[in-house]
């Protein structure tokens, strides 16, 4: 589907986005701005007709005018036969079922990237754990992430973030495709620490809202903040991420920006949730899938399941499945009996890893 109609055929694009929302959409004309063809996917041929009619997301990026280079197209078994590289832009609890449509369609050869965060909610596993078992683990894979909010990225600001793949080269290219005078992407290896990162910011940031929202003021919301990050941390490097990764924009950046800004969605829900709203109503009123909300129960299966203490996630945990009262969720880890700071086994590790830090 073109600005002129519906199309067929090759049309030799660089890159397929599946999922026509806001993160999706903005991946997709950012990927056309920086001069490479695009076909962006969605589920429903009469919005994706509107879309193309209006050439832009007046729902999910209002404002945001699609390049020429940008075409949508709700043909799914074409669109995934004609393009080698993919990137899934859908929730967490979508992504097995978007493997599942694709695989049958894929060409040899055919890559897979995805900007979805968080654990699968019925079983824990990381997104890259979902792939090898929809598509096996001979695929090139790769997962883009870290502190970005899809209006700005659309918008055209400037803005960083970490793609980790199974393959330097895939990587890399991705960062050159995705990379313009208003976006740098870093390249990595650790693909679980960038996945548990966009994961555990997500409930981190209810903490941050709830905090704000019952008017503890900034010194709390930084300590949230900074004890919330040694646990996204610990659970990373227990699945076996490298420390490092969590001082960079998929860990320390995404988190400080899930928990300070209210474009968060999770921070969002946080802030009703104080104010008195019911999780559900909060999400209802939201009105877009708040990750964090399904993310609390899977950070807390995978942390029992390595005998982890992570008390932020827990007490969020807590409140939202609970049914516990907000505040005295925040009293209960105050009134946790004291301890050293530092986490001597992270410590240690973090030592050892100093010099992986990139200093560019």
């Known amino acids: 589907m073109t600005a002129s109609g519906v199309t067929s055929g090759p049309d030799n694009s660089d890159i397929a986005v599946f999922g026509a929302g806001s993160w999706g959409t903005a991946l997709a004309v950012q990927f056309a ?12 041929a009469a919005e994706l007709r509107k879309l193309d009619e209006q050439r832009c997301n007046t729902r999910y990026l209002p404002g945001i005018t699609f390049p020429d280079k940008l075409h949508l197209d709700p043909d799914l078994r074409a669109v995934t036969r004609k393009h080698q590289d993919l990137l899934i832009c859908v929730p967490s609890n979508g992504f097995r079922e978007m493997l599942s449509a694709i695989r049958p369609h894929l060409q040899p050869g055919a890559r897979i990237a995805w900007a979805t965060k968080g654990f699968e909610h019925d079983s824990g596993r990381l997104p890259h754990q979902v792939v090898s078992e929809v598509l096996g683990s001979a695929i ?75 008017g503890f003021g900034a010194n709390t919301r930084i300590a949230l903040i900074t004890r919330g990050l040694l646990e996204m941390t610990r659970l990373g490097v227990a699945l076996g991420a490298q420390p490092a990764t969590f001082m960079g924009l998929s860990g320390m950046g995404d988190l400080v920006l899930s928990c300070t800004d209210d474009q968060s969605r999770n921070r969002r829900l946080g802030l009703m949730v104080a104010a ?85």
């Open 33 to 44: 701005r920086a001069g490479h063809r695009v076909t962006l996917w969605g589920r429903s």
């Open 276 to 360: 008195g709203k019911s999780p559900a109503e909060a999400a209802t009123a939201i009105g877009q899938v708040v990750e964090g909300l399904f993310a609390a129960v899977s950070v807390r299966t995978v942390a029992a399941r390595l005998g982890l203490e992570m008390p932020i996630c827990e007490q969020v945990y807590q409140v939202l499945h609970e049914q516990q009262p907000a505040r005295d969720a925040v009293m209960a880890l105050m009134a946790r009996s004291l301890k050293p700071e530092a986490d001597m086994e992270l410590r240690s590790l973090f030592t050892r890893s100093a010099n992986t830090l990139p200093l560019d």
């Open 140 to 214: 090139p894979v790769a997962v883009l992430s870290g502190p970005t909010f899809a209006s700005e990225v659309g918008a055209g600001l400037p803005t960083a973030m970490t793609i980790a793949a199974s393959e330097p080269d895939f990587a890399a290219e991705l960062a050159v495709r995705l990379s313009g005078l208003n976006f740098r992407a870093y390249t990595s290896d650790d693909m679980v620490g960038v996945e548990v990162g966009g994961a555990v910011k997500n409930v981190l940031a209810i903490a941050a809202g709830i905090s704000d929202g019952l």
